[in-house]
């Protein structure tokens, strides 16, 4: 084979493979990147930059974490905002989890249950098992135990066993209303999309 032909190949079988990771999802983009395709980082930015939340999500990802860059929070945190303001449930918990602990941002526990609330609603279990807590201690939230053992209760459903604890000992210190209440507040509750 002539160098032309053997050049035409390469540039082919890279194109298409270039082609072929800017389709994949931004999830397995993330996890060639932590493998060390520098390629797949490239493209999983590209995606970020251009506004797809998961990209976004997945890029902020390996920015808090320092896979294949630099460690970096606050990159990470405005990564997490795009993405929750486009209402990617994950996005939106993470960002509240980020202002929970003061990672890459002040520590504000009222915008830490402003996004779990978001990602909550939407029924994400680790969302409501942090809203649940926040409103059993009133910690950025009024402290609600009718709301507490409703979040508690839904994250408990959905397999999360610290939920489960948590809402069996809230329910101990409840009166027979409150429970009502929170009873009819849950058989009630569907997820926003």
């Given at each position: 084979?002539?160098?032309?032909?053997?050049?035409?190949?390469?540039?082919v079988?890279?194109?298409?493979?270039?082609?072929?990771?800017?389709?994949?999802?931004?999830?397995?983009?993330?996890?060639?990147?932590?493998?060390?395709?520098?390629?797949?980082?490239?493209?999983?930015?590209?995606?970020?930059?251009?506004?797809?939340?998961?990209?976004?999500?997945?890029?902020?990802?390996?920015?808090?974490?320092?896979?294949?860059?630099?460690?970096?929070?606050?990159?990470?945190?405005?990564?997490?905002?795009?993405?929750?303001?486009?209402?990617?449930?994950?996005?939106q918990?993470?960002?509240?989890?980020?202002?929970?602990?003061?990672?890459?941002?002040?520590?504000?526990?009222?915008?830490?249950?402003?996004?779990?609330?978001?990602?909550?609603?939407?029924g994400?279990?680790?969302?409501?098992?942090?809203?649940?807590?926040?409103?059993r201690?009133?910690?950025?939230?009024?402290?609600?135990?009718?709301?507490?053992?409703?979040?508690?209760?839904?994250?408990?459903?959905?397999?999360?066993?610290?939920?489960?604890?948590?809402r069996n000992?809230?329910?101990?210190?409840?009166?027979?209303?409150?429970?009502?209440?929170?009873?009819?507040?849950?058989?009630?509750?569907?997820?926003?999309?």
């Amino acid at each position: 084979m002539n160098r032309f032909c053997t050049l035409s190949l390469l540039l082919v079988t890279a194109f298409g493979w270039a082609q072929a990771q800017l389709e994949l999802p931004p999830a397995r983009l993330y996890e060639m990147a932590t493998d060390g395709n520098p390629v797949a980082f490239e493209h999983l930015t590209a995606l970020a930059e251009a506004g797809n939340a998961e990209a976004q999500l997945n890029l902020g990802w390996l920015y808090h974490d320092g896979w294949v860059v630099p460690q970096n929070s606050l990159f990470a945190v405005q990564l997490f905002t795009k993405a929750a303001e486009q209402g990617l449930a994950d996005a939106q918990f993470w960002l509240g989890w980020m202002y929970d602990v003061g990672e890459g941002v002040r520590r504000d526990s009222a915008t830490a249950v402003t996004w779990f609330r978001k990602a909550a609603d939407q029924g994400d279990r680790d969302a409501q098992h942090n809203l649940g807590l926040k409103y059993r201690d009133g910690n950025g939230a009024s402290k609600d135990s009718v709301a507490a053992y409703l979040w508690l209760s839904l994250a408990a459903s959905q397999g999360e066993r610290f939920a489960e604890k948590s809402r069996n000992d809230l329910q101990k210190t409840m009166t027979p209303a409150q429970l009502d209440e929170a009873q009819k507040l849950l058989a009630e509750w569907k997820p926003k999309k």
